[in-house]
């Protein structure tokens, strides 16, 4: 099948909130994601890794406007989570390639990845799907990724009115 | 807004590969990617959470079919990479809800965890979006999960046809 790609995403108005060094075993992100939901927090993206040494991180992006009181409520929850550390960065933006077929065509993340290293641009978090790519990025180069990526899938026309935040 | 959960999905047919220990500055993903790429290796799912200490670790899940394939092509890469090492796992299953509005209704990944932790089924990886969440979990308790998820979210007549593998 070859991935048709028909858009490339921005939005500015995101941060990610982590908590690390939490015990890989069942009950936490029930806790975690629990403490989050009962403040009303808006969870873009979830992103959990491999673990290491029984103990594991977990990404949070939310909106901007969430992320001094997700820090906060993580926090209040870390000593019971046995979590070593809550961390936050706000000053960050998603860059998203749309389409079909993305996870049955080979090469299309590399061609998505190749766009951004061109431009020296480091992906900081990266959540797919079957008709998605996301990598968050440093907010200030958001411009010249969605620019990088309109021109690798040959969106140029798309270029106006892509970028939210 | 509140979620509206349309389905559970499981597939079992899966696996996964995580390359660990990657230097965190661009053109490293685009390496890994490249090679996976050229590889023809279908890719189901990118997560890559927050780094540590200018290293970071990818998770790729593929179909199981490739996991060997994967594994070799990225050891291949390993040393200029500078990639600590390369492991994979392939008792594994994904299981997903799947509907609108997750991501705007905080509450929802709360549910799905509580789901599975309330049989102590581990959450080994989690990757969300708008419209799914998924986790990767020991494939043994694919069947329990997906009828406690059924249950969490009253889809109970959708239980039979849900499976894949
Ligand atoms: C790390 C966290 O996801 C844990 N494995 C859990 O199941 O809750
Ligand atoms: C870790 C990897 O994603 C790296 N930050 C890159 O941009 O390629």
Redesign the interface.
Known sequence: ENAVITGVTGNKNIA?V?I?GIP????V??Q???A?????????????????DGLN???VVVSREFVRQAAEVLEGQRKSLKAKEI?FHDQLAEVSIVGSGI??T?????RM??A??R????????????V???CVIDERRTTEAIRALHREFQLERLQRGMLRG
Request: glycine share 6%; hydrophobic share 45%; charged share 20%.
């Open positions: 990610k982590a690390r890989d075993r069942p009950g992100a029930a975690i994601f629990s989050l939901g009962s403040q009303g927090i808006n969870i873009r993206l979830i992103i959990q890794s491999i673990a290491a991180d977990i990404s961390v996870a049955s080979p090469g299309v993340a590399a990845f190749r951004l290293a431009r020296r641009i480091n992906i900081d978090l990266i959540s797919s799907s079957e998605r790519i996301t």
